[in-house]
């Protein structure tokens, strides 16, 4: 079969038609993050895609439903407002009027705390967290990459953008007289 100019022409133009209407119905932005394992590599975060109104966190590693979460936006200040969140299938799903805005999580783990991971940058290529972990023995354990979580200035001045949600780090007294903040006393082994 002969090619004709015209038909070439037009298939060309058709073909350019078709790849920018491709583009302009998607209107999300992915990030791709290199290293992906956070505390003891049993949680692995893979990407973030936002789209309007929402935002997605692929994970593997870990059954994260029923955990509570927090958002924070790029100046790590929380973020205000109704929003859902539900974990499936390796997906955090956030639906809410600022979830372009999302910069960082903390994801509270459903035993009660025990680890919070906080999870830095989403909204770029230079992804960091923290996990703070109570430990039986030694109590809360701040473990991670601090100095890529952390800004320079944070670090100077000794701040610390995510506290903790308020149930983990309330203390409590035993009835042995020690203080405690975890779910088990750290003298006695006594529950909270």
């Known amino acids: 079969m002969k090619l004709t100019p015209g038909f070439a022409a037009i298939s060309i133009l058709m073909g350019m038609l078709g790849l920018a209407a491709c583009g302009q119905n998607s209107n999300q932005v992915v ?10 590599d049993n949680f ?11 935002m997605k966190l692929y994970y593997r590693g870990m059954n994260l439903d029923g955990c509570q979460i927090e958002c924070y936006n790029a100046d790590f200040t929380k973020l205000s407002g109704e ?6 299938d390796g997906v955090l799903t956030i639906k809410a009027d600022f979830a372009e805005k999302v910069s960082g999580l903390t994801i509270g ?3 009660g705390d025990d680890t919070i991971y906080c999870l830095r940058y989403l909204d770029s290529s230079q992804f960091a967290w923290l996990a703070d972990t109570f430990w039986y023995d030694y109590g809360w354990m701040e473990l991670g990459d ?8 944070e670090l100077e001045v000794g701040q610390q953008p995510v506290p903790a949600p308020k149930s983990a780090r309330e203390s409590w007294t035993c009835s042995c007289g020690a203080e405690n903040r975890g779910k088990f006393c750290t003298e006695c082994g006594r529950p909270f």
């Open 31 to 40: 990030y791709q993050y290199p290293e992906t394992a956070v505390l003891f």
């Open 44 to 54: 692995h975060i893979l990407k973030t895609v936002y789209t309007s109104g929402e």
């Open 83 to 88: 929003f859902e969140h539900m974990f499936e």
């Open 109 to 111: 783990d459903r035993r």
């Open 146 to 153: 601090v100095e890529r979580y952390y800004s320079e200035e």
